[in-house]
């Protein structure tokens, strides 16, 4: 699964025992489920038969269903039946129907279960919903589809919802005449049932997951290739152009073919559909053979979208893909492996997009993407470790972050550089074979590479699994080309207790001196002393493979300073290096001063990615001062417009054919900040655009920019260029343009703009899968913060029905709505709002956004006057 925007944005030992599981004296071999959606009353009617395998003589049969009405249950055996009208009897805690029969089965006897059962098309975006679109002609079109993991095939028919459970699934839709059926294979046959209806039945699934199943049924358009050894299509209902499918269905193409090599096994199944859904909660979702997404993540308009949409489309459609492989034919036994999943289809998507498009030199991007976001939520004392122990249902979605998908990966692609990518890859290949249509623990795949390797690859990559954390290596410099290198686990918040510093890492130190990269050296203790070759020049943590923050003394990020600008680091280590900097100036282990002083020696950097996180850097900085004094704050903001300015005018903001993927977002960068930083030139030209824009004239504003010229449209205007964004978000049909309108409205600081702007949160004018877009906006100013925090108070209830607990959206918002704050006063208003609420579903969120306050009042005690004065000091504020 691909998490959404917004998850992106916002960023031990094992109990088995403690797991909630059925009982285990039944197992499931095949499913026949047969569903006909009613599209006027909003149900479903189904009928599930199940073969099982009998473990021990059962009276008793459960399994889980959620929001499902049992009408009628049976048990055959050898095509008779053996016992029928249970006893039904529901536990809503566990989520499982338990029917009590009046005849057991015998252990080691073969036997049916079939069900008869009604459900909801339900509008939560989970198990088998509806999710409605626009047509070309107005009118509202509805379609029924589903989202299953993790555990939400309950609610679409009775079922064994483990991972470990796999069994094989026939599917049987019924709908009209007219609507595309859809499910993980191929179609066997299509009858016709009378009443204008058919039955679509598919062919046969190999053994799979819950919540691996997938249906669809709507009107859907559709285009195909035959470039890969089976078909390939993207559907996408009326009113999108199905043309955008275009470079994701020929991208999907490449990729099957590519993972088949690179994995060394073929794609098992007949063909690969892909489906944009209009409403969706997550990014996508890697159904085998049927996988969805929202509608932005698989429709691109080459025309009409930036650089940076592109690369997103390209990482999802590979990241899904991955999991054909890994995910779908090899499986977690349990959710606490979640990160095999998610982990390696992130570090796959790197990979992949790496080959495909190597002028968008993604691994550098990942510095400052994957390794930034994983190490900006492990660095909270909230964080959890890699293999998470998680025992219920609502507990799973919580660890859909960036611990299992950014850390996870990142731990991976440490390894693949430990052991050298051809070696990792082929350790890949020999775990995906010995485990195909079965299931796996992280111990699995440390084996496989190990076998590859001939390393103790588990001894070495446990600890980084099992333990929350990283650390941080403080470096020392001693006479005679001596350093001392030490570890201690690293906290935002600063305050490490000797009780949380008991791990100890194996930190892979990645020397570079003038000689090169040392990649053997290996730090397992607390405290080393290593010898420098040749020369002053040194560097730990080259190009940054490894999951740590190297805290230098200031004299040596002085020397590293001048070493960027003699070429002597890559980019990798300079993007690295200054995202350290300024981790370790908010931790406390350096003055904020320094790293600010350090970002404007880099004026003279030339590279994308380094910028990205020098810009990156100034901001945190920035939202952490954000409700400090106005001149020290205008300072900070005077300053990034300094650092920007000359960049973003020397670069300009025309775009030409001859502009590389990267240059377009370079620019698109260095005009968009400087501009919402003051730049008045900037400011002037993105008005002219917009007057324009908005007066018809669609060439007006290039895609890369269409956000900044919009924002700062809003940030520096009043009503009438409001209504206008509002306008054009309600006008325009590509999803893309829209989410982009909807994401901007909040930098409006009028406060009756910023009610109007709250006000469409539940107006049914945005789909509840976008309701934190409005609220991104609203993040970048002291007045819409406050807004927000308001809004969530007095809504809470309303926020709890539409986007219920036991699912993601709900932890997003409460991240949205609360993490921005940043002093004591306002922490003890969060807690006190959530004193006494039942907070599972999403307790870890609001964990980590108190956490992130926490550490931002720490920091702004520690470093207030420090910042006021370096400010002054260098001329920013009077």
């Given amino acids: 699964m691909c998490r959404t925007h917004a998850a992106a944005e916002v960023a031990g030992g094992v109990n088995v025992q403690a797991r909630e599981l059925l009982p285990t004296n039944v197992i499931p071999r095949h499913y026949h489920v047969t569903l006909e959606p009613d599209f006027t009353k909003l149900t479903f009617d189904g009928t599930v038969v199940i073969d099982l395998d009998v473990a021990d003589d059962s009276k008793t049969i459960s399994l889980h269903t959620l929001e499902l009405d049992i009408h009628d249950a049976k048990v055959l055996s050898g095509g008779e039946t053996v016992s029928s009208s249970p006893t039904v009897s529901y536990n809503e805690s566990t989520q499982t129907t338990t029917l009590e029969f009046g005849n057991a089965v015998a252990k080691g006897s073969k036997a049916q279960l079939e069900i008869k059962f009604t459900g909801q098309l339900n509008d939560k975006m989970a198990g088998f919903y509806r999710s409605t679109y626009k047509n070309p002609d107005g009118s509202e079109g509805i379609m029924a589809v589903t989202q299953m993991e993790p555990t939400d095939a309950r609610r679409a028919f009775p079922c064994f919802d ?152 390209a990482e999802v459609v590979q990241h899904e893909l991955a999991h054909q492989w890994f995910g779908n034919l090899v499986t977690m036994d349990w959710w606490d492996g979640l990160w095999l999943n998610e982990g390696f289809a992130t570090w796959a998507s790197w990979y992949s997009c790496n080959v495909f498009y190597p002028e968008w030199k993604v691994w550098e991007t990942y510095v400052t993407d994957n390794l930034q976001r994983a190490l900006g939520l492990d660095s909270l004392r909230s964080s959890h470790p890699i293999e998470v122990p998680v025992n219920r249902a609502d507990e799973i979605n919580q660890i859909f972050d960036a611990i299992s998908y950014s850390k996870g990966s990142c731990v991976l692609r440490m390894i693949s550089t430990y052991l050298g990518e051809d070696v990792f890859l082929e350790g890949v290949r020999r775990y995906l074979k010995k485990h195909a249509y079965g299931n796996t623990e992280t111990g699995d795949l440390w084996s496989a590479l190990g076998e590859a390797s001939g390393k103790s690859v588990e001894d070495v990559m446990d600890v980084w699994t099992k333990h929350v954390g990283f650390p941080v290596i403080t470096v020392s410099e001693k006479e005679d080309n001596t350093i001392q290198v030490k570890q201690n686990r690293f906290l935002r918040t600063g305050d490490t207790k000797p009780e949380e510093d008991q791990v100890l890492f194996p930190v892979f130190l990645g020397l570079r001196t003038k000689d090169g990269v040392d990649t053997e050296l290996t730090l397992s203790k607390r405290e080393d002393n290593l010898k420098i070759p040749s020369g002053d020049f040194f560097k730990l943590n080259a190009n940054h493979t490894g999951l740590y923050r190297t805290s230098y003394s200031p004299e040596r990020l002085e020397k590293l300073g001048a070493a960027a600008k003699q070429g002597l680091l890559s980019v990798e280590d300079r993007a690295g290096m200054i995202a350290d900097a300024g981790a370790l100036a908010s931790s406390g282990y350096q003055k ?139 006008t325009s049909t ?88 940043t002093t004591k006063e306002q922490l003890a208003r969060v807690e006190k709002f959530f004193e006494g609420k039942n907070t599972n579903g999403f307790d870890k969120s609001l964990a980590q956004s108190l956490d992130a306050i926490r550490s931002k009042t720490s920091w702004i005690e520690r470093d207030r006057d420090d910042v006021a004065a370096w400010v002054k000091e260098n001329g920013y504020s009077a």
């Fill in 592 to 730: 904020t001063s320094g790293v600010l002083s350090l970002l404007k020696g880099f004026d003279a950097e030339t590279e994308f990615v380094v910028w990205n996180e020098l810009i990156s850097r100034v901001s945190i900085v920035q939202s952490a001062w954000v409700f400090e004094d106005k001149a020290v704050r205008d300072g900070l903001e005077a300053f990034q417009r300094d650092l920007v300015s000359r960049q973003a005018h020397q670069k300009g903001w025309t775009f030409t054919e001859k502009d590389g993927h990267i240059e377009q977002q370079f620019k698109a960068m260095l005009f968009g900040n400087a501009g919402l930083c003051g730049d008045q030139v900037i400011i002037k030209a993105a008005k002219e655009m917009f007057t324009k824009y908005m007066a018809g004239d669609k060439s007006a504003i290039h895609p890369n920019i269409r956000g900044s010229v919009f924002s700062m449209a809003l940030k520096y205007g009043g009503k009438d260029e409001y209504e206008a964004v509002l306008n054009f978000y309600r």
């Fill in 734 to 821: 590509n999803a893309d343009e829209r989410n982009t309108a909807l994401r901007c409205l909040g930098r409006a600081k009028d406060p009756e703009l910023i009610q109007r702007t709250l006000a469409m949160m539940f107006s049914g004018e945005v789909k509840d899968q976008d309701i934190y877009m409005p609220a991104a906006g609203l993040r970048s100013h002291p007045e819409g913060i406050e807004a927000l925090f308001t809004w969530m108070t007095d809504n809470w209830d309303a926020l709890v029905e539409r986007l219920p607990p036991a699912l993601s959206m709900l932890g997003t918002m409460v991240t949205i709505c609360t993490s921005t704050y």
């Fill in 162 to 313: 483990e991972p470990a459970l796999k069994a094989e699934f026939t599917v049987t839709l019924i709908s009209d005449n007219k609507l595309t059926c859809l499910s993980n294979m191929d179609v066997a046959s299509e009858a016709d049932v009378g009443a204008n209806k058919k039955a679509v039945t598919f062919n046969k699934s190999p053994p799979m997951s819950t919540y691996l199943v997938a249906f669809i049924v709507g009107e859907l358009n559709c285009i195909e290739t035959n470039e890969f050894r089976v078909p390939v299509r993207v559907y996408a209902p009326p009113g999108q152009d199905i043309n955008h499918g275009r470079f994701s269905l020929h991208l999907a193409a490449k990729t099957l073919a590519f993972y088949e090599k690179v994995f060394g096994i073929e794609f098992p199944l007949p063909k690969m559909d892909q489906v944009a859904i209009p409403d969706f909660a997550q990014g996508a979702m890697e159904n085998w053979g049927l996988v969805t997404y929202r509608v932005v993540d698989l429709l691109l308009d080459e025309e009409g979208s930036g650089a940076a949409t592109k690369e997103r489309v």
